[in-house]
């Protein structure tokens, strides 16, 4: 972590000793006479400020230490529906509401997720100089719970009255990310299940096999292609806050063993082992169980293709007066630079068009089930994802 010290002598600046902490970029910020110093450069230009409001697209003017100093008129337009009438001075990830942003100390860009954020290094290249083009994965922190957002920023310097600054271009390209995972569970998820029916069918229909052989595998292997379908669906009602969540009183040890029986068999689960631990709690509680069904099932599920052949994936719960944590472990470990990425929608290694499972299950979780999510990972102890929810949650 690098330390700076804020502020300092000069131009009738009286020292400031405060020790800003960063991870990546400069923690530095521009006194609020300085914003308004070069925003009037701007503005003075009716012609150039013209030009950036009649842009659909957000467009932002950055100072060298990142900050805001104008936005056009869609840019404006956001930041009042996010509740931020007067952003100058601020930076993109704070008006965005950027989880990282919000919590990293130093605020936007000097977080240790910052060190992988697409808008950070637009920036960071425009402000040397050089034009950058990135995308942004954001998890925005909201009245209404953790949102994503996928966006598409370029970066491009604009030398202006000898000053250097940067100029930053976004565009929404959720919809292209929702797409893109769309064709790969259909056109590749879907499409594997329904070949494996249609393989099973076609031999009973050709006498190669007893219906009696395969009852099991294709009423399960049907079950999951209906799941993955139904698992999409209410990601979607999810994301637009239109997910019904349905409470009932649950079996933990019923949940676990359901969600065990069904990934057992499926592709990830060829070749490894699922284990219920043996000290998990036997309690009831109250949660939605289908909802849940989907947080521990993509748990499992990237657990084990995590997984070597071979190799152990463990589910287990354990239960406090006021809470039930479950959790979910494998052998391998997870590097830091995925850790930091690995709840952004979008961000997968298996690939374009992945990158929703863990997503999916913070989403559930935190917006819907009154949960939380969190992860432990080391060489020594392999990877833990852990699932809090309360035993008694609101309900109304």
């Not at 009245?143 to 250097?164: F, I, M, N, S, Y």
Request: a negative charge; glycine letters at 10%; aromatic letters at 6%.
């Amino acid at each position: 972590m690098v330390r700076l010290h804020a502020g300092g002598a000069g131009q009738g600046n009286p020292v400031n000793t405060t020790v800003l902490r960063t991870h990546y970029a400069s923690p530095r910020r521009s006194a609020s006479a300085e914003i308004g110093r070069q925003r009037s450069l701007l503005v003075e230009d009716v012609n150039f400020c013209g030009l950036l409001d009649a842009m659909p697209e957000l467009v932002m003017v950055l100072n060298e230490d990142r900050q805001v100093i104008y936005g056009n008129s869609a840019m404006a337009e956001f930041a009042r529906s996010q509740g931020k009438q007067d952003y100058a001075g601020m930076r993109p990830g704070e008006i965005l509401s950027c989880r990282s942003a919000l919590v990293a100390e130093s605020g936007c860009g000097t977080g240790e997720e910052c060190r992988h954020c697409g808008a950070v290094d637009s920036i960071l290249a425009a402000l040397k100089g050089n034009k950058a083009a990135h995308e942004f994965r954001v998890l925005r922190q909201t009245p209404r719970g953790v949102e994503a957002l996928d966006l598409k920023v370029w970066g491009t310097p604009l030398r202006w009255h000898k000053e250097q600054f940067a100029l930053l271009v976004a565009v929404d390209i959720s919809n292209e990310k929702r797409r893109q995972v769309l064709e790969r569970l259909f056109f590749h998820d879907v499409l594997n299940t329904a070949g494996t029916i249609t393989l099973i069918t076609e031999m009973l229909m050709n006498g190669k096999i007893a219906f009696d052989e395969v009852k099991d595998d294709l009423w399960e292997t049907a079950q999951a292609l209906v799941g993955e379908i139904r698992g999409q669906r209410e990601l979607l009602a999810a994301e637009q806050n239109e997910l019904k969540v349905r409470f009932s009183m649950l079996d933990a040890t019923g949940v676990m063993e359901s969600a065990a029986a069904v990934h057992r068999n499926g592709p990830a689960g060829k070749d490894r082992r699922i284990v219920i631990d043996d000290e998990s709690a036997g309690v009831t509680f109250v949660s939605d169980g289908n909802l849940l069904s989907r947080v521990l099932g993509n748990l499992l599920k990237n657990a084990l293709e995590a997984s070597a052949p071979g190799q152990a994936v463990t589910l287990g719960c354990s239960c406090t007066d006021n809470e039930i944590a479950f959790s979910c472990h494998n052998e391998g470990a997870i590097a830091r630079d995925i850790q930091l990425q690995i709840f952004q929608r979008s961000f997968s290694t298996k690939g374009t068009g992945r990158g929703i499972g863990t997503y999916s299950v913070k989403l559930l979780t935190e917006r819907f089930l009154q949960g939380r999510v969190s992860l432990e990972t080391s060489e020594e102890a392999g990877t833990i994802f852990t699932a809090a929810f309360p035993l008694h949650p609101v309900i109304g």
